[in-house]
């Protein structure tokens, strides 16, 4: 795994996002990976892919869905 965290890590752009400048489909797919690295406690061996999942979570769109997912 901490090849795959390791090449997420090192991709992502300097907007923040995978392949565009502004979110796109990738972006939301990769957040799940992203997530469990974040899960297993690895946001210090991975800081960027740390910081995407923190602007992934801080969408006023994310903030919606998780929201309605916890009703």
Same mark, same amino acid.
């Given at each position: 795994m901490d090849s795959h965290f390791?090449?997420?890590n090192d991709v992502l752009r300097p907007s923040g996002h995978f392949v565009?400048?502004?979110?796109? %489909? %990738?972006?939301?797919?990769?957040?799940f990976p992203a997530e469990i690295a974040m899960m297993q406690g690895r946001a210090k061996d991975f800081p960027r892919l740390a910081g995407f999942v923190e602007?992934?979570? %801080?969408r006023p769109a994310y903030q919606r869905a998780t929201a309605q997912g916890a009703d």
């Open positions: 390791g090449y997420m565009l400048d502004d979110l796109s %489909a %990738a972006d939301i797919m990769l957040s602007r992934i979570h %801080a």
